[in-house]
């Protein structure tokens, strides 16, 4: 009975550690836009509403932005500046893709100001490992 007990204590802190851990991202599982969307996208030139977004080291994906590493300040201040010009209805995908988003301290800053500023449509691109793992490796357009 005493092991039960443990058991019990032991799931139900991990399930509160769990939902603590999803309450705290600053997106939704609708505002992950999978690799494969955005890579089709691209490849058939439908991205005229869509602003692409890199807030990590490097814009690899062709018609992005590069702001830069948005753990830095300069570059939140550059995001923030770059978004001032945007409409509020825009499609925003932003991507890192040094690390999965657990390690990430580029998304969540990132994301946390799209939905400070007001944008609607912001999107998170899921690249569950990097980007080399998630867009390179699968041939995804990438820039010239």
Known sequence: MKHLFFLFAALLTFS????????????????????STLASMIKGHKTENILILSV???????????????????????????????????????????CPFGRCPNVRPAFKLLKEMGFKNAKL??????????????DYPIAD
């Open 16 to 35: 509160n550690v769990t939902h603590a851990q999803q309450k705290q991202e600053p997106w939704n599982s609708s505002q992950l836009m999978e690799p």
């Open 56 to 98: 990590g080291p490097d814009a690899l994906i062709k018609g992005s932005v590069d702001i830069g590493p948005a753990s830095e300040q300069e570059n939140m201040v550059k995001l923030k500046s770059h978004l001032k010009k945007v409409s509020k209805d825009k499609e925003v995908v932003i991507y890192c893709g040094c």
């Open 125 to 138: 691109l899921n690249l569950k490992q990097n980007i080399k793992v998630d867009w390179l490796d699968k």
